[in-house]
């Protein structure tokens, strides 16, 4: 079975930044693609990043590009999500997500397997 377990989250000021992690168990993930999210209170949840296991491309919203770095430890499992210049309206409840196929997803219904979930808060 599938488990994807989030950490990394905090409380930080703006302009700071933090390194989310997201540990996945239950299966070889070659052939996923893992995707970060994230849900702020009375907001629907919206796509920040996504990774393909095997190849490491990537594909980040715009209103995080250039400022977030998703990446992957095959090692360790481990995807991360480096969090750099954060703002406010970072502040959410963020998500790792995981589907199979390479073809780039931003859709959460379009994820199978999700994480708890990682509580950011960017002070002003």
């Known amino acids: 079975q599938v488990q994807l377990v989030e950490s990394g989250g905090g409380l930080v000021q703006a302009g700071g930044s933090l390194r989310l992690s997201c540990a996945a168990s239950g299966r070889t993930f070659s052939d996923y693609r893992m995707g970060w999210f994230r849900q702020a209170p009375g907001k629907e949840r919206e796509f920040v990043a996504t990774?393909?296991?095997?190849?490491?491309?990537?594909y980040y919203a715009d209103s995080v590009k250039g400022r977030f770095t998703i990446s992957r430890d095959n090692f360790k499992n481990t995807v991360h999500l480096q969090m750099n210049s954060l703002k406010p309206e970072d502040t959410a409840v963020y998500y790792c997500?995981?589907?199979?196929?390479?073809?780039?997803?931003?859709?959460?219904?379009?994820?199978?397997?999700w994480g708890q979930g990682t509580q950011v808060t960017v002070s002003s």
């Open positions: 990774i393909w296991w095997s190849g490491g491309s990537t």
């Open positions: 997500a995981a589907r199979r196929g390479i073809v780039v997803h931003t859709t959460p219904a379009e994820y199978d397997y």
